[in-house]
């Protein structure tokens, strides 16, 4: 016998092909936020719908975003809705590439980059709003290891701290954390050897770290980017150079200002093409989890998905 899933949708049993904004969420997000304001959300929800079905569903494990949001894609859902952090996004991403839905942003994590970028930072009833009457606007994908990405990548020092962050600290969360484990790392972390090309064109350096943004900020809030524009065909590349302990501490704070471009130890390039090669495997940061190790090709693919956008 053929079995029927159901799902409640606005108070209502009903199949899975019925709803039009299917919201991915990560309950374990924000340190559990998602969990936690499930009945607020469902009551924004009803709230914005106007006549538009729509239905929760959480994920259950690493991953599992892509499963969901692909099954929501195939059965016709018109907006799918990432409820969690960048690597929520990430994940619902990668599950709805290839699909006619549109992807939404709900910020529950704790640094919420992407949604800083296109104007909801942490204002959840405008990002539930914006769901439903938002602008479903064509958006650059970024593309490396097998995996798109949204927001930033990058290898070497940068996806060190995040792996650290990942791990994460007792008391510390969001932007506090990221910091930890910057200076956790800084001294565990030497300089490689890298040659960098970029649309062709190779450069030797020996550098911390090399990031390839798509997004201006990441870290909850550190503007690596500060000319990165989501919709211009182009990766922003970012190459710290080897700096001193000292040095790199002082200099540190430039980076939540996007003042740090200036920095004579400071590299910034634009392509749409880029490839790193390392003396030693380095990690390979994409949307804050890891994926691999160098070597790596990072690529631009314009116009490859439609972002739903505050009106």
């Not at 990031?211 to 989501?230: F, L």
């Not at 392509?271 to 160098?294: A, M, N």
């Amino acid at each position: 016998m053929e079995l029927q899933f159901q799902f409640i949708l606005n108070g209502e049993s009903m199949s899975a092909q019925t709803a039009d904004i299917v919201i991915v969420m990560n309950p374990t997000s924000g340190r559990g936020k998602g969990a936690r304001i499930r009945e607020e959300l469902e009551e924004l929800l009803s709230k914005y719908a106007n006549g538009q079905t729509w239905k929760i569903v959480e994920t259950r494990g690493q991953r599992d975003g892509i499963r969901l949001a692909r099954d929501a894609a195939n059965h016709g859902a018109k907006v799918i809705a990432a409820a969690g952090g960048d690597g929520t996004i990430n994940e619902v991403l990668n599950g709805v590439m290839g699909s006619d839905a549109t992807l939404g942003i709900l910020p529950l994590g704790t640094g919420n980059d992407v949604a800083r970028t296109i104007g909801l930072g942490t204002d959840v009833a405008l990002a539930v709003k914006t769901l439903f009457q938002g602008r479903a606007t064509p958006t650059d994908v970024g593309y490396a290891k097998e995996t798109y990405f949204l927001n930033v990548a990058g290898c070497g020092f940068d996806a060190a701290v995040a792996e650290r962050a990942n791990i994460g600290f007792r008391k510390l969360r969001g932007t506090a954390a990221y910091i930890a484990a910057v200076l956790d790392t800084l001294t565990k972390f030497p300089a490689a050897e890298i040659d960098l090309t970029v649309d062709g064109v190779t450069t030797h350096y020996k550098a911390m770290m090399c990031s390839i943004a798509n997004c201006k900020t990441y870290g909850g809030g550190m503007r690596i980017a500060p000319d990165a524009d989501i919709a211009d065909g182009l990766l922003d590349v970012c190459v710290l150079k080897e700096a001193g302990l000292v040095e790199f501490i002082l200099a540190f704070p430039r980076v939540f200002r996007g003042t740090h471009t200036t920095h004579p130890k400071v590299v910034m390039l634009q392509g749409k093409k880029i490839h790193v090669e390392s003396s030693r495997p380095l990690p390979v940061l994409l949307d804050g989890d890891i994926f691999g190790t160098t070597p790596v090709t990072f690529e631009i693919l314009p116009n490859a998905i439609r972002l739903m956008l505050p009106a």
